[in-house]
């Protein structure tokens, strides 16, 4: 049981690139979200997913898109990198109202 | 003791002693908190939750105390062991379906032999 997967793990980037960022879980969880770390500070929430065909915005979703074709993948989308989304991102899933189960992030760095 | 790094406020415990991280929350409508530990460079683990119906919850060495009162959390660890060096994160649910959560900064808990 793998639980949340994000690849990559490592990422280096020129402004104005644009990636995806993966994520997939195996645990049939209804519930996905994505955060972004920055150093020293606490998560905070980009876009969270109640289900497949279904997202919302969390606090910091300017530069960020998400999508929801499936229960088991939430794939995040950067379309122009800028240097202020330089961070480490957290991917998370749930049942629901209980604790979440986190990836192991994901480190980018836009340069 | 306790002090405010540069980032994350830091606190310093023997080996064996008791630990008690604090955390403050925002919303006093929020109704579900959670603990986590983040190891260094992995994702955030979770330790131990607690609903507004309750004013304390304990588990294997970890207690968690809930003051509504005051918008107060706090995580005790029993006999703190060097594996729980870590960054230690509350969390408060802002709805009742938990689909948004709030993180707060982190406390540095270090474990000195």
């Known amino acids: 049981n793998a639980g949340v997967t994000q690849t990559p793990k490592f990422r280096i980037l020129k402004i104005g690139q644009s990636m995806t960022l993966q994520c997939a879980q195996d645990?049939?969880?209804?519930?996905m979200y994505w955060y972004r770390q920055d150093p020293g500070m606490g998560l905070k929430l980009i876009y969270y997913?109640?289900?497949?065909?279904?997202?919302d915005k969390g606090e910091v979703p300017n530069g960020y898109n998400v999508s929801r074709s499936t229960t088991e993948d939430f794939p995040l989308r950067l379309e122009l990198a800028a240097p202020s989304q330089t961070s480490v991102y957290f991917c998370?899933?749930?049942?629901?109202?209980?604790?979440?189960?986190f990836g192991d992030g994901t480190r980018l760095s836009i340069l | 003791g306790e002090s405010v790094g540069l980032h994350l406020p830091t606190l310093s415990v023997q080996e064996g002693d008791n630990s008690i991280i604090n955390c403050a929350y925002s919303?006093?409508?929020?109704?579900?908190f959670i603990w986590y530990k983040q190891e260094s460079g992995k994702g955030p683990q979770f330790i131990i939750d607690?609903?507004?119906?309750?004013d304390k919850r304990q588990g294997q060495r970890v207690t968690v105390l809930l003051n509504k009162t005051v918008k107060h959390l706090s995580l005790q660890i029993a006999a703190t062991q060097p594996g729980d060096s870590a960054v230690y994160f509350c969390?408060?649910?802002?709805?009742?379906?938990?689909?948004?959560?709030?993180f707060g900064p982190g406390t540095r808990l270090s474990v000195l032999p």
């Open positions: 997913s109640v289900g497949a065909g279904i997202t």
């Open positions: 998370a899933s749930s049942p629901g109202d209980q604790p979440q189960h």
């Open positions: 645990m049939n969880h209804n519930y």
């Open positions: 607690i609903r507004s119906n309750m």
């Open positions: 919303n006093s409508a929020s109704d579900y």
């Open positions: 969390a408060e649910s802002l709805d009742n379906y938990g689909q948004n959560f709030v």
